[in-house]
């Protein structure tokens, strides 16, 4: 089984900024493309951002796009997620996953492998 763990969720207030971490357990996150989605209360599962195995490629979705940064340290089997300029709207449970392929964070298809996500809450 891909078991990833997420972690560095937390209370932030709007303008600020949270780094998430996303580490693999029993098998190595080079081999993968690995996806951050996010799921909000009473909303679906969306698409934040994606990365390839090299980390040479990378896709954001609209909402996210030149506030958020996806990047990978293979070295350390761990992929981050840096948030910076968060706002209320990005308040939401958020999960990392390996991926079939990393094209568009909009499209992107997870293996049906979750972790318990981390929380992230933009309010003041």
């Known amino acids: 089984q891909l078991q990833l763990v997420e972690s560095g969720g937390g209370l932030v207030q709007p303008g600020g900024s949270l780094r998430l971490s996303c580490a693999a357990s029993?098998?190595?996150?080079?081999?993968?493309?690995i996806g951050w989605f996010r799921q909000a209360p009473g909303k679906e599962r969306e698409g934040v951002s994606c990365?390839?195995?090299?980390?040479?490629?990378?896709n954001y979705a609209d909402s996210v796009k030149g506030r958020f940064t996806i990047s990978r340290d293979n070295a350390k089997n761990t992929v981050y997620l840096q948030m910076n300029s968060l706002k209320p709207e990005d308040t939401a449970i958020y999960y990392c996953a390996p991926l079939f392929s990393c094209v568009t964070a909009a499209t992107m298809r997870a293996f049906d492998s979750w972790g318990q996500g981390t929380q992230v809450t933009v309010s003041s």
């Open positions: 990365i390839r195995n090299s980390g040479g490629f990378t």
């Open positions: 029993g098998f190595s996150l080079n081999d993968y493309a």
